[in-house]
């Protein structure tokens, strides 16, 4: 078990342009999920799917953004025309399955920053 | 919409001290709530879970209680060490929803 692993850490763009970022869950994980902080600010739910399946969006997740996980492993997201105000964490996580004994495991995340 | 709120927003302590973080949310039903740690600039760590079911977990100098009908948590932490300085969040998985809430979390300075 390596752990949820993210790439890259750490993400410069300017504004306007495309950035991808990609996750790798805990292998046998089915559920994998992203999320967005920022600074002195708790994680807040961006989106999340079952094996390949995307299941639910947040309405935080703009038509700019789109998530894949094409095979049900690993997933991407990529964030189109970024903007000034997509500066943050952006953190992955998996799980087991749902149900009440699951804890989510994060990765490190992707820090960007738009300029 | 849950909304879950962590008090103190930051605390700092003396190394040895025991102390008490505390999490509020707003809607009793959930199946669970997890206690995370972040250290700056990463990602973060689980340390305990909680379902709905439950009134506590204990994990080393770790407890954390879940009182639903009133909707607190608290995490106590014993006899506190500098490595325990992080940020502690909590989050909680509210039933018919498939993510976690998430509370903007407790800096936590433990001083040797």
């Known amino acids: 078990d390596t752990g949820v692993s993210q790439n890259p850490r750490h993400k410069i763009t300017k504004r306007g342009q495309n950035v991808t970022f990609r996750c790798d869950p805990i292998?046998?994980?089915?559920?994998l999920y992203w999320y967005r902080q920022t600074l002195g600010q708790g994680p807040e739910f961006l989106t999340y799917f079952q094996n390949e399946a995307q299941l639910e969006k947040s309405r935080l997740l703009s038509d700019r953004f789109s998530a894949e996980r094409p095979k049900g492993s690993f997933s991407t997201l990529e964030i189109q025309r970024t903007e000034q105000g997509d500066s943050a964490m952006y953190l992955c996580?998996?799980?087991?399955?749902?149900?009440?004994?699951?804890?989510?495991?994060f990765g490190n995340g992707t820090r960007l920053t738009v300029t | 919409k849950q909304e879950v709120t962590q008090i103190p927003a930051a605390l700092s302590v003396p190394e040895g001290e025991n102390l008490v973080l505390n999490c509020s949310f707003t809607?009793?039903?959930?199946?669970?709530l997890q206690w995370f740690r972040q250290d700056p600039g990463k990602g973060l760590t689980s340390l305990l879970l909680i379902q709905s079911s439950q009134r506590e977990q204990t994990s080393g100098r770790l407890n954390a209680s879940l009182d639903k009908s009133s909707g607190r948590s608290t995490l106590y932490i014993a006899a506190s060490q500098p490595g325990d300085s992080a940020t502690y969040l909590c989050?909680?998985?509210?039933?018919?929803?498939?993510?976690?809430?998430f509370g903007t979390g407790t800096r936590l300075t433990v001083i040797p």
């Open positions: 996580a998996s799980s087991l399955a749902q149900g009440t004994n699951s804890p989510l495991h």
């Open positions: 989050a909680v998985g509210a039933a018919g929803a498939n993510n976690l809430f």
């Open positions: 292998s046998e994980h089915n559920r």
């Open positions: 809607d009793s039903a959930i199946y669970n």
